[in-house]
């Protein structure tokens, strides 16, 4: 029964492998695609002699290397490469005041070419032709200040 378990480990690691890559792909979240890796190499470990703890000793301790070592700096790779789209763009730009914003009521903002809703966060009155950088956005409303 052991020579078969034994046999049979490099299919047992490469199962391993497959399954935490679904995981991965099913999640994103840049933690078990460290285990598959290990996994495949574990795959060529148990080709070798090794006793089947201590493939699973290598296996633990490439995975826990490679989740601590490049886990952080893969992320921060990825997050580096998104770009801001849609209405998340335009917070920080400067936009010019079309319609007068009151102190109680919405005015008009034209940014991009396109025209959008607007208030100020602490009430202050914006006349147009005013120009005003966007602060944040609130559902289709932009909060805005004064340049």
Known sequence: MKDVLIQNMPWVWFIIAVLCFVAEMLTMQLTTI?????????????????APVFQVFLFLAGASALLILTRPFVQKKLEARKIKTNADSLIG?????????????????????????????DG????????????????????VKAV
């Open 34 to 50: 460290w285990f598959a890796i290990a996994a495949l190499i574990t795959v060529f470990v148990s080709l070798l002699p090794i």
């Open 124 to 143: 202050t009155p914006l006349s147009a032709e005013n120009k005003c950088i966007i602060e944040k956005i609130e559902g289709v409303t932009c909060i």
């Open 93 to 121: 730009q400067k936009a010019l005041v079309t319609k007068d914003i009151g102190e109680f009521e919405k005015g008009e903002i034209k940014i991009e070419g396109k025209i959008w809703s607007a208030k100020t966060a």
